[in-house]
């Protein structure tokens, strides 16, 4: 199954199909002829799967290299990036080569911002091996790395050349990190989807979804975010909507520090947290909230965070890039599968931070 991101100026696909891992070569000589080419992965993901991806790309002609660092969002920094340059200058990287980002939503993320910037910038292919970077990190051309300030501070957008998704690896994911996947896919579903709303209300757990629903989840998932990516590629309109609940999520996961509360755990919590603030402004339908907190718990995904510090949240989301002067821009859901953007003045974000009784 493939899904063409038709951007004007860098149209690539993505192409989901269970055991794609295995024909990495074939898929690469079908976008570059042959080249040099860094894989970038982390040591939770390459012991499992370099391996075979170099062989399967030597064996097509495509020279490797590859460069390993520690796994973990605490990793998505400056520090990192820099190792990954100085590794792509020692493999005689040019602008003819290119770059792979084989891993989870760090990788990708950290792998597109070192290509984006290299030489000021050159080719690369996205293999995502986390659910959450399958439905949403590896599509779209955000790269980033993080600052101690916040998530996501520094980046480009920067499309790749191709996605290559394979649902069967999500079955090397601990549950953990499956489970924080689906945030992302709930968040699709509440701002866009209601036929994924309705998957995931009908399915039994997450191993079922696993199971069952992988391909479905990620075709759904990927949609949702190829509209927007299309419609609005630079972030100032429509595909702010994929920001629901990052506002307040970023600043926990920064706050807590890198690492300590998942990406897509952040997202949940920050979805439930807006929307009950939203719902008593009369902002959104009530009842979205409790949906959705529904939804995470049955999806193993955090509902709240301790220790909730109103002021350590609001200092760090005042770097949020949905910030313009002394407003930011929120995503709401008014109705369950419909999302807009409300621009408010920064420090009305302390009511949105407000928790529930
Ligand atoms: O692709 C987008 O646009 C998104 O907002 C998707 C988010 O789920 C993703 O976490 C993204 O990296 C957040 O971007 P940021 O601009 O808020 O740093
Ligand atoms: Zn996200």
């Not at 290509?115 to 000021?120: E, K, L, N, P």
């Not at 199971?211 to 100032?236: F, G, Q, T």
Request: hydrophobic share 40%; proline share 3%.
């Amino acid at each position: 199954m493939n899904i063409s991101v038709d951007l004007p100026n860098h149209p690539y696909d993505l192409v989901i199909e269970q055991g794609a891992i295995n024909e990495v070569g074939t898929w690469v000589s079908s976008l570059w002829r042959e080249q040099k080419i860094l894989i970038i992965s982390d040591d939770h993901v390459a012991p499992i799967y370099a391996q075979s991806v170099i062989e399967s790309l030597n064996h097509v002609g495509f020279e490797t290299e590859i460069f390993i660092f520690k796994a973990g969002e605490a990793q998505k920094n400056l520090e990192t990036a820099e190792k990954a340059w100085h590794a792509c200058a020692e493999a005689q990287l040019t602008r003819s080569d290119g770059i792979i980002a084989l891993g989870g939503g760090v990788v990708g993320d950290l792998a597109a911002f070192v290509a984006s910037t290299y030489m000021r910038g050159i080719h690369f292919l996205q293999i995502p091996t986390s659910l959450t970077a399958q439905v949403d990190s590896s599509i779209g051309g955000k790269t980033a790395i993080n600052s101690k300030i916040a998530k996501n501070m520094i980046g480009t957008f920067t499309q790749p050349d191709g996605v290559l998704i394979d649902p069967n690896v999500l079955r090397t994911l601990g549950q953990r990190e499956f489970n924080e996947g689906l945030g992302e896919v709930i968040k699709c579903a509440a701002i866009a989807d209601l036929e994924l709303w309705n998957v995931l209300e009908q399915a039994k757990d997450s191993t079922d979804l696993l199971n069952n629903h992988a391909e479905e989840i990620i075709y759904h998932s990927c949609n949702v975010k190829r509209k927007v990516v299309v419609a609005d590629e630079l972030d100032n309109g429509v595909r702010l909507y994929l920001n629901f609940g990052h506002t307040i999520g970023h600043a926990i996961e920064a706050t807590a520090g890198y690492g300590k509360v998942m990406h897509g755990e952040a997202v949940a919590i920050g979805m439930i947290q807006i929307a009950q603030a939203a719902e008593k402004k009369g902002l959104m339908e009530i009842g979205i909230s409790n949906a959705i907190k529904q939804m995470a718990e049955k999806y193993g995904l955090p509902t709240s965070y301790a220790p909730w510090i109103e002021d350590e949240l609001y200092q760090s989301l005042l770097h949020d890039k949905k910030g313009r002067g002394d407003t930011i821009k929120i995503v709401l859901v008014p109705k369950l599968g419909q999302a807009e953007i409300f621009q408010i003045p920064f420090k009305e974000m302390r009511e949105f931070l407000i928790e529930d009784e």
